[in-house]
C-alpha cells in the first residue's frame, strides 16, 4: 500500500532537492555588490516621506475595484463563452443579470473618476 505513495515522496523530494539546488547556485554565482542605493527601502519609485499609516486617496480603492470586476468578469466569462452553445436560457440569464452588476460598478467608477489619470 505504501508503494502507491513513492511516486508522490519522490516527486517532494526532487522538487525540494531542485529549489534548494537552484536558490544555492543563485546565491553562490549571482553577483552580490550591495551598495546604499540597492539597500534602501524602495516604494512606487520614490522615497518614503510619509508614516506608513497614513490615508490613501479614494482613487486608490476605486482602481482596486476596477481591477477585480473585470478580473472577475474575465474568470466568469471564459467558461461561459466555451460552453455557450450548450448552456440553457437560465445560465444566459444568470449572466447577464452579472454583466449587468459589473457594468453598474464600471459606470459607478467612471463618475467618480476613477479612469481619469492626473
Avoid at 490615508?55 to 477585480?68: E, N, P, W
Avoid at 472577475?72 to 449572466?95: H, K, Q, R, Y
Wanted: with cysteine; aromatic share 16%.
Amino acid at each position: 500500500m505504501l508503494a502507491n505513495y513513492f511516486p508522490v515522496l519522490l516527486f517532494i523530494v526532487i522538487g525540494l532537492v531542485l529549489g534548494v539546488a537552484l536558490l544555492t547556485a543563485g546565491r553562490v554565482i549571482g553577483p552580490s555588490k550591495p551598495n546604499r542605493e540597492k539597500n534602501s527601502p524602495y516604494e512606487c519609485g520614490f522615497e518614503a516621506f510619509e508614516d506608513a499609516r497614513m490615508k490613501f486617496d479614494v482613487r486608490y480603492y476605486l482602481v482596486a475595484i476596477l481591477f477585480i470586476i473585470f478580473d472577475l468578469e474575465i474568470a466568469f466569462l471564459i467558461p461561459w463563452a466555451v460552453t455557450l452553445d450548450t448552456i440553457s436560457g437560465a445560465a444566459f440569464a444568470a449572466m447577464g443579470i452579472f454583466l449587468f452588476i459589473l457594468v453598474i460598478g464600471f459606470i459607478y467608477e467612471w463618475k467618480k473618476g476613477a479612469l481619469e489619470w492626473e
